[in-house]
């Protein structure tokens, strides 16, 4: 299989202008001759199915939740970023791009970057005209804070809630066109199988997660925006129903799985307290923009931090990386971290935590300014620890955040199964082995608003689509093996919680796979992960009948599919023996600990083909080419 990513010819700057002109149109009377089926109501979903839905296609837009807000991009807080240079502080769109391929650690593809870049000022006007309450500064401008990995302030937000505003923003939108009847809802539907008629994507099965009933809906093209897999690690900072299931599906379908080992560890998180704890809570990598992470000097000092002098405090980003300090990217923020909680200097009860200290930030500017910017994360931390951060530094550690791995889609969002298109997190596309902080809620609604509503139209445009009904024998037999696997979850009739699997492996995947790989964690992983599937299909216990409201099976289903992925992500991690952004291989690194890339071999995007469960996959390659940027030892020093 050759991997064409479509990218067009000519100048970076004039490739998404020429490709748009260039690309077939449907013309507006026959878009509501097609029918459209988006998976997802986030960010990616919400927006492409409004987008979609408003030029006049018939679109069927799915998600787990009881309502499209639900979805989990209305967690995200700190903000979204966008090229305004409403700072006037140097920034533009090729910086916002050099930023982030440097940033991704040159493991993405330059041209989905560059128009990732020109289209985040569109972004921002789309919202501000849909009413999203951005912060404004005094004179009315939209307020702007830095996140990590850049030098200029273009980090649009909305307090510590961006992303829920953007949702009600899409959502709204969305709405707008369920009201005209260009999209139909299905909330409480699960996507557990993806239809392939003629080579191409035409349906998809859901689980009516109400009633049980298994569902079949028919459509000319298929989208899929069902989020990333962060849950694999069983404690993230992701909702916990965030899940692979659909991407999965779709992998075992024939789409290629790209990059999954590419996962992202997040540096400011509240630190684990117990075993009881079914995810983890972030806190916005705005808070670097004023709080100094730090950890006492001296090993196995127990003081409390106001007792410790300053003299006795090590700031240890801002020692190593002067010109970025606190607000170096997530991965080096995180690998940091580890090191001097490895060095036993780390804070707290475990011994797993620094402190991100906002003392001078409120002497600064004073308690009030702090309160307006970050008020709520502070009221969420206190209720989660008891303590006052306006008093008492936070305690922080990393966590599993995000994935920059997904389906492999080219530069028009399709996969190698054709009319399944990918956006958002579920897509591998545009952040290489690293993603910067603010960029997955600008990925999601570029792929959303302004990307998937031209390629689509090219890809109708350009194909022979017969039509198709759910009578097609395609779907009896999804239909068929969706009803199997469902009857095995349930006729295990095991001893072994589904949750404790799910922590069993999250264990392995963190301890093996996690912040820091080697081959020998790697090839433990890979023997204790079909260990524990292998127990889990023996020895799990999933209660309840099939045909109405059973929680514990949609679980089960989640579960056993992570059992079949982490083995691929564990692997894909394996065999990329460098180091690059967010992938940590103990072997490959500099003299003073920082990630070692190899160009020479591993310069490439890892398109992986499903052949089976505990079969081998097989390695497709997607060479990376650097025009524009040309990858040198990232420093932010
Ligand atoms: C705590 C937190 C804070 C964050 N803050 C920021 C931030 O400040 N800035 C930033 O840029 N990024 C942030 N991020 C990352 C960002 O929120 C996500 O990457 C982004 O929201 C993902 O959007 P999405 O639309 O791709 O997917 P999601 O929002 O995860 O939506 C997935 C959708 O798919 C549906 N779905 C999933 N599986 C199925 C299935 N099998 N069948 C049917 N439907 C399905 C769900 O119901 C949902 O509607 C944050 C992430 C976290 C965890």
Same mark, same amino acid.
């Given at each position: 299989?050759?991997? +064409? ?11 998404? $202008? ?17 029918? %459209? ?22 679109? %069927? ?36 791009? *050099? ?16 128009? #990732? ?7 921002? +006007? ?15 401008? #939209? ?48 996507? #557990? ?21 298994? !569902?079949?809906? &028919? ?13 694999? *690690? ?40 117990? +075993?009881?704890? =079914? ?44 010109? /970025? ?23 707290? $009860?475990?011994?797993?935590?620094? *402190? %991100? +200290? ?51 889609? $080219? ?63 395609? /779907? ?58 292998? !127990?889990?299909?023996?020895?799990? =216990? ?13 679980? &089960? ?5 992570? %059992?079949?992925?982490? !083995? ?15 992938? /940590? ?53």
């Amino acid at each position: 299989m050759t991997l +064409d990513a479509h990218v067009p010819a000519g100048p970076i700057a004039g490739k998404w $202008d020429r490709h748009k002109f260039e690309m077939k149109l449907v013309n507006p009377a026959n878009k509501r001759k097609y029918t %459209l089926i988006v998976v997802g109501t986030g960010l990616a979903g919400g927006a492409a199915a409004a987008s979609l839905g408003e030029l006049g296609y018939n679109v %069927l837009n799915f998600c787990i939740q009881d309502s499209p807000r639900r979805a989990h991009s209305i967690a995200a807080q700190g903000g979204i970023n966008a090229a305004k240079n409403y700072q006037n502080d140097g920034d533009s769109v090729y910086r916002l791009f *050099y930023d982030t391929v440097k940033g991704g650690d040159y493991r993405s593809r330059e041209a989905n970057v560059y128009r #990732l870049a020109q289209l985040s000022v569109n972004i921002i +006007d789309q919202c501000v005209a849909q009413g999203v309450p951005f912060a404004r500064e005094y004179g009315g401008l #939209l307020d702007n804070r830095s996140f990590g990995g850049a030098q200029v302030s273009r980090t649009f937000y909305a307090r510590g809630q961006t992303g829920q505003q953007l949702l009600l923003g899409a959502y709204q939108s969305l709405m707008r066109q369920v009201h005209e009847g260009h999209v139909r809802m299905f909330a409480r539907r699960e996507m #557990l199988d993806l239809v392939v008629i003629d080579g191409r994507a035409r349906g998809i099965v859901c689980r009516n997660l109400t009633t049980g009933e298994i !569902e079949r809906y &028919a459509s000319d093209a298929v989208i899929l925006a069902t989020g990333g897999y962060g849950t694999v *690690y069983y404690l993230s900072t992701n909702a916990v129903n965030s899940n692979v299931t659909a991407s999965w599906r779709a992998h075992r379908r024939g789409a290629l799985f790209a990059n999954p080992c590419y996962t992202q560890i997040h540096p400011t998180c509240i630190p684990v307290s117990g +075993d009881h704890q =079914s995810k983890l809570t972030l806190m916005s990598e705005s808070l670097r923009n004023d709080g100094r992470v730090w950890v006492p000097k001296k090993k196995g000092d127990t003081r409390p931090p106001d007792q410790i002098p300053e003299a006795d405090r090590d700031y240890y980003l801002e020692r190593k990386y002067p010109s /970025f300090g606190n607000l170096v990217p997530r991965d080096v923020a995180s690998r940091n971290a580890k090191h001097v909680c490895d060095d036993g200097r780390g804070v707290g $009860d475990s011994g797993l935590a620094v *402190y %991100l +200290d906002f003392a001078d930030a409120i002497q600064r500017l004073g308690v009030e300014t702090i309160r307006e910017k970050y008020g709520n994360l502070f009221h969420m931390y206190k209720k989660i620890t008891d303590e006052d951060a306006y008093k008492v530094p936070m305690r922080i550690y990393p966590a599993i955040h995000y994935t920059m791995g997904g389906l492999w889609v $080219d530069y028009n969002l399709m996969s190698n199964v054709p009319g399944l298109h990918v956006l958002g997190e579920a897509n591998f596309s545009d952040h290489g082995a690293n993603r910067l902080g603010a960029s997955a809620l600008m990925q999601g609604l570029a792929d959303g608003y302004f990307v998937i509503p031209y390629t689509i139209g090219h890809y109708l445009a350009s194909a022979t689509l017969p039509k198709v009904t759910v009578d097609h024998p395609a /779907f009896a037999e999804a239909v068929n093996c969706t009803q199997q696997r469902i009857n095995q979850l349930l006729a295990v009739k095991g001893k072994r919680g589904i949750r404790e699997i799910h922590r069993e492996l999250g264990r392995i995947m963190w301890d093996n796979v996690g912040m820091s790989r080697s081959e020998a964690s790697l090839r433990a992983a890979l023997a204790a992960i079909p260990r524990l599937r292998d !127990e889990f299909w023996h020895d799990v =216990s999933v209660p309840g009948t099939p045909d109405n409201l059973n929680q514990s099976l949609e679980y &089960a289903g989640r579960v056993a599919d992570y %059992l079949e992925f982490a !083995e691929l992500l564990t692997l894909d991690a394996l065999q990329r023996s460098e180091s690059c952004g967010g992938h /940590f291989r103990e072997e490959s690194q500099t003299p003073d600990g920082e990630a070692l890339r190899d160009d020479a071999n591993f310069s490439y995007v890892a398109a992986w083909e499903f052949t089976g469960v505990g079969s081998a996959p097989v390695l497709h390659k997607e060479p990376l080419e650097f025009d524009e940027v040309h990858p040198t030892q990232r420093s932010y020093k």
